[in-house]
């Protein structure tokens, strides 16, 4: 069945606001990832949370966890342009493949 | 340390031919997966092996695909005579065990024509 579900599809913002994406997943997890992939190239590792996290920061961004909701958000501070992507999350649960959601399309606008 | 190589970025094939795409892991990485990306959508997984072993291919066709890590060399995802439907980005991601980060390749677009 399909997991990581994100929210919204898409989100348009100013150059400095902060942006907010959420990911639901189905079954039990044991880490969700988030990644990062401009428009035609691969995907750029960003953050994985364990399921025993409910919070993890690294720079701009901050992630939490709710494993009761199975739920997940992205928080990227500050933005800028080059910000501009789209963003997957990715659930792992006992088999360790990465189940992806369909993505936020996240455009940062100067 | 570089990271995942795949090669080639780009495939053209006919309809009914063959598609080889190779999967170079980081360094020190043993686990390799395999993911397909259609334009607009998420990645789905494929295949996961380590050496000499494929884990887990749930996600791969039974028919035409095939996949391998042999004990020398890098990963192959084979696609025998490939339909229109095969196109898309072939994603191969590495890990140094299966609880960690995985690591992206490039990707290989694969066109069939």
């Known amino acids: 069945s399909q997991q990581g579900e994100e929210d919204p599809q898409a989100l348009s913002i100013q150059e400095g606001e902060n942006a907010t994406m959420n990911c639901s997943y189905k079954?039990?997890?044991?880490?969700l990832q988030w990644y990062r992939q401009n428009s035609g190239r691969g995907l750029v590792h960003l953050i994985l949370?364990?399921?025993?996290?409910r919070e993890k920061h690294s720079g701009r961004l901050r992630v939490t966890l709710d494993t009761s909701k199975k739920s997940s958000s992205l928080l990227i501070t500050a933005s800028r342009a080059a910000d501009t992507a789209s963003y997957f999350c990715?659930?792992?649960?006992?088999?360790?493949?990465?189940?992806f959601g369909s993505g936020t399309r996240l455009l940062v606008r100067p | 340390n570089a990271g995942v190589m795949q090669n080639p970025r780009h495939l053209v094939r006919r309809r009914g031919q063959e598609a080889r795409l190779r999967c170079s892991p980081m360094?020190?990485?043993?686990?390799v997966y395999w993911y397909r990306q259609l334009p607009e959508e998420g990645l789905k997984f494929m295949v996961y092996?380590?050496?000499?072993?494929?884990?887990?291919e749930s996600g791969m066709p039974k028919e035409r695909f095939s996949a391998e890590f042999p004990k020398e060399g890098p990963s192959i995802l084979r696609i025998q005579q490939v339909v229109r439907g095969d196109s898309a980005a072939y994603f191969c991601?590495?890990?140094?065990?299966?609880?960690?980060?995985?690591?992206f390749g490039p990707g290989t677009r694969l066109t069939v024509t």
């Open positions: 990715a659930a792992s649960g006992s088999s360790y493949k990465l189940i």
């Open positions: 360094k020190g990485h043993s686990h």
């Open positions: 949370i364990r399921s025993n996290e």
């Open positions: 079954t039990s997890i044991n880490n």
């Open positions: 991601a590495s890990s140094p065990g299966r609880e960690s980060e995985q690591y």
């Open positions: 092996l380590q050496k000499e072993n494929i884990i887990d």
